[in-house]
């Protein structure tokens, strides 16, 4: 083969046409859901900032609770009362208040291929 056939061309041109229209489809969507996300992430801020706040609420709690605890007579801290207490507590401290990750963002790479389909030379020259 020395060339490549009109009809071949043709149905080249036809892909690089059809190549080209999905990934304007695919940048369109991209650009939403890059929307959704940043929207996502507001929210997502907004949340963490309030979480903030009842951890810091929650500390001062753990805070109180210790030393009511470490107020308490050695024998009432080893006894029932006390061990209960002290579960209590460890609950109280180990709740996990850690902040939710922001998403990231996405990047569709490599759609570029019509234009890679339609610079290829039809022949050898």
């Not at 190549?19 to 991209?30: K, R």
């Not at 951890?55 to 009511?68: A, I, N, P, S």
């Amino acid at each position: 083969m020395n060339k490549i056939s009109e009809e071949d061309q043709g149905e080249i041109g036809n892909f690089v046409t059809e190549l080209t229209s999905l990934a304007e489809e695919i940048d369109v969507e991209q650009d939403n859901v890059r929307e959704a996300i940043a929207k996502l992430n507001g929210k997502i801020q907004q949340y963490n900032s309030v979480l903030k706040k009842s951890r810091d609420c929650r500390d001062g709690l753990v805070q109180q609770m210790h030393d009511h605890f470490d107020g308490k007579p050695e024998k009432w801290r080893e006894g029932e009362e006390g061990e209960a207490y002290a579960t209590w507590l460890e609950e109280w401290e180990g709740a996990d208040l850690h902040n939710v990750e922001l998403v990231e963002q996405i990047e569709v790479n490599g759609v570029e291929h019509a234009g890679l389909l339609d610079e290829l030379p039809t022949s050898p020259e």
